[in-house]
């Protein structure tokens, strides 16, 4: 009730007022939803946290799924290469591992510095605008340990012998693959799309540490969450802010429930 109900409705009614924590809030209607119609920088922070979403979510699912094949081979130490693979998760979205992937692919960080010893010189991954944001897609993508693991635990549960009959009749590993793998594994793949896009949405430390709070350089990495906290935190206009939580809820549910509709038409249930 304290930590989750009250502010729920709390902040659906400061989304129709006008608030600056100072004073009273006041009834303004639909005029904060009319003024994200306006807003540049809000057009800009849905363009950054679309293109960060559908890029990295596909591509940090692939990782998880070829590296969960991998280990599923039956690899000696496997405990220890599963714990190796999930610790990024635990931390790619800390303030230290962020500082450390702008060391990384600062302008004097490793990555130049090894292009330098092919006489290549790097760009500045995170203070030019057109390489701002891959950097923190490459950081999504290394952080693909929690859904590998359940990757693997999906894996784990497939029969072997539709691999023996398959193998028997002569099919490829690719055709196991498409026709066994993928089919069996779609549910496990499905929730790991499902929480992967939903978290991607709601990316906030990763933008807001790399550009010192500021969404750069040039926007590149204003991300809806990190615009919302200027907004409330920094402008104190807290009633737009609070539809822009709205907003953000609706988007999130509208691809969620795309998802699921879609679902029927390839996810695959053994019942």
Aim: proline share 5%; net charge neutral.
């Amino acid at each position: 009730m304290l930590f989750t109900v009250i502010p729920f409705f709390a902040s659906l009614y400061l989304a129709f007022t006008d608030y600056n924590l100072l004073n009273p809030p006041t009834w303004i209607g639909l005029d904060n939803f009319a003024e994200m119609l306006r807003d540049p920088l809000l057009h800009q922070s849905l363009k950054v946290t679309f293109i960060y979403t559908f890029v990295s979510v596909p591509l940090s699912l692939a990782a998880a799924l070829g590296v969960a094949m991998l280990l599923n081979r039956g690899v000696r130490g496997l405990p220890v290469y599963r714990a190796v693979f999930y610790l990024p998760s635990l931390l790619g979205g800390s303030v230290a591992i962020v500082l450390l992937w702008r060391y990384i692919f600062g302008l004097d960080g490793i990555v130049n510095a090894f292009l330098g010893w092919f006489g290549i010189d790097g760009p500045g991954w995170t203070t030019d605008p057109d390489y701002a944001l891959t950097t923190l897609i490459v950081l999504h993508i290394w952080t693909f340990g929690s859904p590998m693991v359940i990757f693997l635990a999906g894996l784990r549960q497939i029969p072997g012998m539709y691999y023996e009959a398959a193998a028997i009749d002569g099919a490829s590993r690719w055709r196991q693959f498409r026709s066994i793998t993928l089919p069996l594994l779609s549910p496990i793949i499905f929730f790991n799309l499902i929480q992967s896009l939903i978290s991607s949405f709601q990316t906030f430390t990763q933008g807001f540490v790399m550009s010192g709070g500021t969404g750069g350089p040039a926007g590149s990495t204003l991300f809806y969450n990190l615009y919302l906290y200027q907004q409330g935190f920094s402008q104190f206009h807290m009633g737009y802010a609070s539809a822009m939580a709205w907003m953000l809820l609706v988007i999130i549910a509208a691809f969620t429930a795309i998802n699921f509709l879609a679902a029927k038409y390839w996810v695959f249930y053994d019942n």
